[in-house]
């Protein structure tokens, strides 16, 4: 019984950190309609360049976001700008085979400048661990926990409460009525993707510190983050987040009551299951005649 | 029995009733119209009846059989067609294959038969000739102008031999010369006796080829008649000109 | 005429190549590419006729390597040709295997399908690590040694295999592209709903293109299990796979019958010349991403119907001169200017 509500508890603290990395994948996909398969390829980026800080500049994870998540920033303007932008038909079918290949040139630079060893993000708070009653919580979990609730809200009063906010909630809504009324989707699609990748920047912190990875690791967590999407429904936030929270929940309690072997086939039948009774995901809206 | 029977149709999105308790029917071998300002339910009415959309409540009829609920697939071999707003095409077919899209075979004929019969193609450029596209039948659809796709969507779907056909704003976008062809064209296939349903805002065009003419506002049947009716009816002016 | 002339002297060349370049080296490399070529002919059956990006099919491969693995050991087949008859046996379980995930998937529309086909892939290679009773788990299965085809001998029967399957799957999508049923899915491509208004029977449709290609894929794992004479889960369920056959279709052309095996022509002795070239993973990565981000910025097409375009601009520029030049002489023997 212990294992399982620490079992919950764990998938409730790391269901954040996906729901911060997912954030900027549907949130990609509501504006733009394109799917950015390389969102696990730039999450380990993220963390990568977060270790690079680290063990080269010994700057503390945390502050390092500060240049991490900028500088990612920018980097996903770039991309967009040069290999999203120029596709001019077929883009959602294409977008996906680009990122793609985009997230194959990161992974292979990675393999070049850090090899394929296994490496984890370490501080004092990744290794130590604090007592609540009979439970043994590692604080890195907490503060990942956090640091996904900061952002997260960030991001909603970025949405909610800002003008450009409103111009990127009208994009996702219908995104030639937005033009009509004079919002510049094109510089949106761009903010929103760099936006998206420092999410990814972020992420790849709170990932890289709390499991341990290497280039490799980002096909199983791209597989994931769209499991977690198509779940949650795909441009809706508030379905990432619960897709997220509740996803890792029952697979760190599938992994407790069956077996860790069985866990993450969990993950992706659990994806089957509900598309067979609502193609849709919890929030998405049914795919129909869009212009 | 009418021909198309919709009885007390509603279908709502969100707080927004599209079609509140809509009746209409139409008669067998007529052009009726159906006019309405924006807003009024005319496409929705299009949708429901054909399977893109389904009601929430009421009935419809095509030719004694019941619709609701019907997928569109269905109500096309029942022999009922439809156009778009927005003229649909296919466009990396060329022209002439998109006219053998409709021409559909059903089961393992379907696989096992070459994509034109010698019959279909024959029909196919017979009604090409009949909208005047046909030096144009082997270039992709896309190329086309958009009076041209609209002529081409037209054509396709008589090649499946409808019965009926709702023919949703057909001479939106398209110049005045092209209009009358499209009108004579209606004239002509309804003596040979296809029925028709038209929803236009064009009312000069509306006026002259139909026969009787429904009005629609707030999602329900607000009038009908002929033209001359119609154009004196007082709740139609009041519906046009806003409360 | 000229056409069917050039497709058999091209088939006879097809033929002949063995004999003629029998170094092992290179007749392995045109069997991998003859397997590609089959596999990305059948994903453009489903992927390119109906516009349904599929990039799971590395599971049908998968499942037909175990399928004739499993058969070969419980049935006690020796090595020798008997096996080859075992790899329809293997496409067809793969392609039973594609019936319920074909119906399941095909609920979804465009965007979400390519996803569920991912997640499909990433259920099934777990599922031959995990289920050890059959699968024998991450330690594999071996499949029967033929024994007495020395040497050069050796890839000629698999060669033979390998492009009568090619053939095959080409004749099917030959035979497809032109009937009713083919005219369905092109359409569903172009705009699914109408298709559907139009009396398209869109569900049933897509799902038979789905099976179908699964049944080859099925067949190129098979083949290639037996080729490699054994294969453990890793090996078997590669998601590079499907990326491979996602850029070789998209390469040569989707929807054409041609770019499929162009595609893999020109892609898989390419991949080959880089693992030798370059073993160190990380650069092969980034060339063959490069090479891929070039191909879809540039040729997003595909190499057939870019090709298909500037051939018939060339034909009309030819027509207009000469109709020029024909009437520049205006009879009197001045030419007009």
């Known amino acids: 019984m212990k294992l399982i509500v620490e079992a919950i508890i764990t998938g409730i603290l790391t269901g954040g950190i996906y729901a911060l990395m997912a954030s900027g994948l549907t949130l990609i996909f509501g504006v733009m309609d394109i799917i950015n398969v390389g969102q696990g390829a730039l999450v380990i980026l993220g963390a ?22 900028p500088a990612m920033f920018l980097l996903g303007l770039l991309l967009e700008w040069a290999f999203i932008r120029p596709l001019k038909r077929d883009r959602p079918t294409l977008s996906i085979l680009v990122t793609f290949a985009i997230a194959m040139i990161i992974e292979g630079i990675l393999g070049i400048v850090f090899t394929n060893n296994i490496v984890q993000l370490h501080s004092w708070y990744v290794d130590a661990s604090f007592q609540i009653g009979d439970y043994y919580l590692a604080y890195i979990y907490v503060l990942s926990f956090i640091l996904s609730i900061v952002l997260l809200g960030g991001l909603y009063l970025l949405l909610y409460r800002t003008k450009f906010g409103y111009s990127l909630l009208a994009s996702m809504q219908n995104r030639t009525a937005a033009q009509l009324i004079g919002i510049d989707v094109e510089k949106v699609s761009a ?10 920047a972020a992420g790849g912190m709170a990932y890289g510190a709390t499991f341990a990875f290497n280039p490799g690791s980002l096909y199983d967590l791209i597989s994931r983050l769209l499991v977690i999407i198509i779940l949650g429904g795909m441009g809706s936030l508030r379905g990432a987040l619960i897709a997220s929270v509740g996803m890792l929940v029952i697979e760190d309690a599938t992994a407790v009551v069956l077996s860790p072997v069985w866990a993450t086939t969990v993950f992706f039948l659990l994806l089957i299951i509900i598309m067979v009774f609502r193609p849709q995901g919890l929030f998405g809206q049914l795919e129909g005649r869009k212009q | 029995m009418s021909f198309l029977e919709v009885n007390n149709v509603s279908k ?55 619709l609701i609920n019907s997928k569109p697939d269905h109500v096309f071999r029942l022999g009922l067609g439809r156009t778009f707003q927005l003229t649909r095409i296919f466009p990396r077919l060329t022209v002439l294959e998109n006219m053998h899209v409709a021409a559909q075979r059903v089961g393992t004929r379907a696989l096992l038969s070459r994509w034109s019969s010698s019959h279909e193609q024959r029909r196919a450029l017979e009604l090409l000739d009949f909208v005047g596209l046909t030096p144009l039948k082997d270039l992709p659809a896309a190329n086309l102008s958009y009076g041209q796709k609209k002529l081409l969507e037209f054509a396709y779907i008589l090649i499946a031999d409808p019965s009926m056909i709702l023919l949703d704003e057909p001479a939106g976008g398209v110049n005045p010369t092209m209009i009358n062809q499209l009108a004579e064209r209606i004239r002509t296939l309804n003596r040979q006796g296809v029925t028709f349903l038209v929803v236009e805002h064009n009312m000069e065009f509306v006026m002259s080829l139909c026969n009787p003419i429904m009005v629609m506002h707030h999602g329900a049947r607000i009038a009908e008649g002929t033209p001359q009716e119609i154009r004196k009816n007082p709740t139609v002016l009041e519906a046009y000109l806003g409360e | 005429m000229v056409k069917k002339i050039g497709l058999v002297v091209l088939l006879i060349a097809f033929i002949a190549f063995p004999q003629v370049f029998s170094n092992p080296a290179v007749t392995t490399i045109a069997i991998f590419t003859l397997m590609y070529a089959t596999a990305t002919t059948a994903w453009n059956i489903f992927s390119g006729y109906t516009g349904y990006i599929a990039l799971g099919h590395a599971a049908f491969f998968g499942i037909g390597s175990y399928a004739i693995a499993l058969m070969c050991l419980n049935w006690h087949i020796p090595g020798g040709y008997i096996p080859f008859l075992l790899v329809p046996v293997a496409g067809l379980i793969a392609a039973a295997f594609a019936v319920p995930v074909g119906w399941i998937s095909l609920r979804t529309r465009k965007h979400t399908f390519v996803v569920i086909t991912i997640a499909i892939f990433f259920i099934m290679q777990p599922m031959a690590f995990n289920l050890r009773s059959i699968t024998n788990g991450s330690t594999g299965l071996s499949l029967p040694i033929p024994t007495g085809w020395g040497g050069t001998y050796f890839n000629f029967p698999f060669y033979y295999v390998a492009l009568a399957m090619l053939v095959f799957a080409l004749g099917v999508s030959w035979w497809i592209r032109n009937s009713k049923y083919g005219l369905g899915l092109l359409a569903i491509r172009d705009d699914e709903d109408r298709a559907l208004g139009l009396g398209v029977k869109t569900g049933s449709s897509k799902l038979i293109a789905f099976v179908i290609s699964a049944f080859f894929v099925g067949m190129v794992g098979a083949l290639h299990a037996y080729f490699q004479e054994s294969i453990y889960p890793a090996f078997a369920f590669d998601p590079l796979f499907d990326i491979a056959i996602a850029l070789m279709g998209f390469l040569g052309g989707m929807g054409t019958l041609s770019g499929p095996i162009l595609g893999a022509i020109i ?34 097409e595909g190499v057939v119907p870019t090709a298909n375009k500037y051939w018939l601009k060339w034909k009309a520029f030819r027509e207009r001169t000469k109709n020029v030049s024909n009437e520049s002489d205006d009879g009197k023997g001045k030419v007009r200017p």
């Open chain 1, 48 to 69: 990568y360049l977060s270790y690079a800080l680290q063990v080269n500049f010994h700057i503390d994870l945390f502050w390092g976001l500060l240049i991490t998540m």
């Open chain 1, 191 to 200: 903010i929103t993707f760099g936006i998206g990748v420092s999410l990814a």
């Open chain 2, 12 to 66: 709502s999105f969100g707080g927004i009733h599209a079609l509140d308790t809509c009746s209409i029917s139409v008669q067998r071998g007529t052009v009726t119209g159906l006019i309405g300002p924006n807003g009024s339910g005319k496409t929705t009415l299009f949708n429901v009846i054909t399977g893109y959309d389904q009601a929430e409540k009421g009935e419809i009829f095509f030719d004694g059989k019941a």
């Open chain 3, 267 to 300: 892609l898989e002795p390419t991949q080959r010349y880089f693992t030798m070239q370059f073993s160190a993973n990380g650069y092969y990565l980034i060339i063959y991403g490069a090479l891929f981000l070039a191909i879809i910025l540039l040729l997003p």
